[in-house]
């Protein structure tokens, strides 16, 4: 629903750029001259609406950027589906007597009103844009409220909760901490492959100095330049996905009160001393209790969305011209592509 209203906003924007796009009413009757993208029941999408939604979704999504092929050819999928999606929830929500919240759109339409009353585009076109624009905030607000209906799946009885806990342990396990402190010896990505080998030579003798007994806090105060050198090298706490990949495989190799070899890293060549790892753990049931409950709620409330969506797709007759969509490629070929 957030996605439906900021394609609105960037519908209005264009709008006032002078892009001109089609009024909502082209998703609800197909004249003969247009072509037709689907049909929804007896409800038709004209291949000119779903062009302008598309070219809508790129313009937020993409901005001015070239995307990957794989990428136009999903988000055509995606704006496909969301047209076909907004006119069964629309009906749906029609169906069950829900009414727009007519304070909310006039609140929204007032705000552009505001926002574009000096301006010149906005004045000529404002009485073709405001019904328009009213009318897609109107379904907007239905099928918002139908969504809120929807997904409303009441709190979890307590066995429902212990039973999430028992078939999701890897949401409640708290990963692998290690304990590490670093020196730090700073070289600029720029400077010539000279000034990183004399780094790395000095990072070595530091090493073995460690290694036979040199004091690593001193040592870390007096020559790293990380903000920890203060603090005698002291990192704290980490886990896997905070340190860059080579620092992390070299910690990976610790036992607790070991040195790591020079390690060249982005920002210079670090060494590093495990000094505590905590195992991954998982949280006990009583301490996870409140977090199982609100993850079951959100999923169950995704699988009751999902599920509406999906009952009236398979109440209504849909069909959707796919001719002009780009292909969906196996991943194989899209990361071949990538390389090329």
Known sequence: M?????????????????????????????????????????????????????????????????????????????????????????????????????????????????????NPQWQKERARIIPEFTQRLEEDSLVKQLEEKARKVGAPSTEQVKKFYSSHPEKFTEPEQVKISLILLKVAPSQPNAVWEAAMKEADTMVKQLRGKANFADMAKLRSGDESAEKGGDMGYVHRGMMPTAAQDAVDKLKPGEISEAIRLLEGIAIIRLDERKLAKLVSFEQARERAAGLWEREESERAWKGLIERLREQTPVKIDESQYLPIKPAASQAAAAKK
Request: hydrophobic share 45%; no cysteine; aromatic share 8%.
């Open 2 to 118: 957030q996605a439906f209203s900021r394609a609105i906003q960037l519908s209005v924007a264009l709008i006032i750029a002078g892009v001109a796009l089609p009024s909502m009413a082209e998703t609800k009757k197909a004249p003969t001259e247009q072509a037709v993208f689907a049909t929804v029941g007896k409800e038709v999408i004209t291949r000119q609406s779903y062009d302008k939604a598309f070219a809508t979704a790129t313009a937020q999504k993409f901005y001015h950027g070239k995307p990957p092929e794989a990428e136009v050819a999903a988000l055509q999928r995606e704006v496909g589906d969301q047209m076909v999606n907004h006119i069964l929830l629309s009906a749906e929500a029609k169906k069950r007597g829900l009414k727009p919240d007519t304070a909310w759109v006039k609140q929204v339409v007032d705000s552009y009103e505001a926002r574009y009353h000096g």
